[in-house]
């Protein structure tokens, strides 16, 4: 497919514009970029409108870990209200370059629970961002509303986190862990299963075959919303 077609506009949801360059990274074995991201969190959003969940697109994720003016970082924070946020998951990316978009070689989340006060870290590569991750929390954590520094946040780099079995993965297993993690908080399981956070809805829900299929999923989701776009009578 010619450049021009790559880049044609297939899809506009809610925020989010999908080109049929997405599509193809859908269709093949290959690396989700911000947009599909952004996108599968702008859609979860949807599925749990709670107010008290916030799915973090990936630009503001990156840019709350790369921001050079830290004193600013306050003022651009507060539109997403993160105090008031029961539970709110970030996308880590290992780009360091504030100058490239869509830069970066791995994906990784970071979900923050209130009511244990905690940022956990699910790294589905071996700990590959191990140190991005922990930059991200560093940024942010002072801003959740904790008024004494002292109980601010604990991070925990979860070591048992469902591992990808290829080099392209990483960015479903973002999306599948989004996903159960919603799943869980939804359901009313932080009330009745405090101690062990989501990690066994993640370990029961996240699986190879599992994300395999999460790419799938996601294409089909795309088609089906272009489908009902198509159908919907022009506006006069």
């Not at 923050?112 to 071996?126: G, K, L, M, P």
């Not at 520094?149 to 048992?160: H, K, R």
């Not at 079995?165 to 009313?188: E, F, M, P, Q, R």
């Amino acid at each position: 497919m010619g450049k021009s077609g790559a880049n044609d506009k297939i899809l506009s949801y809610n925020d989010v514009v999908l080109r049929q360059s997405d599509l193809d990274i859908l269709s093949g074995p290959y690396f989700l970029n911000d947009r599909i991201i952004e996108f599968y969190f702008s859609y979860l959003s949807s599925c749990y409108p709670a107010k008290d969940i916030l799915l973090v697109p990936p630009s503001i994720a990156f840019w709350i870990m790369n921001c050079p003016a830290v004193e600013s970082l306050e003022d651009f924070l507060e539109p997403l209200h993160l105090p008031d946020k029961k539970l709110v998951i970030f996308p880590v990316n290992d780009n360091d370059d504030v100058s490239k978009a869509e830069a970066g070689s791995h994906w990784s989340l970071l979900a923050f629970e209130r009511n244990a006060n905690i940022f956990v870290h699910h790294d589905s590569n071996r700990g590959m961002n191990k140190w991005h991750g922990k930059r991200l929390y560093n940024a942010v954590v002072r801003y959740m509303g904790v008024c004494d520094s002292a109980l601010d946040a604990s991070y925990l780099e979860c070591t048992d986190s469902p591992q990808q079995v290829n080099g392209y993965d990483c960015g479903l297993y973002v999306t599948t862990i989004a996903k159960a993690i919603c799943h869980w908080h939804g359901s009313g399981e932080d009330d009745i299963a405090r101690d062990g956070l989501w990690f066994s809805a993640v370990k029961e829900q996240v699986t190879p075959s599992i994300v395999a299929g999460m790419r799938g999923e996601i294409l089909s989701l795309i088609r089906g919303l272009m489908a009902t776009k198509s159908s919907m009578p022009a506006a006069k």
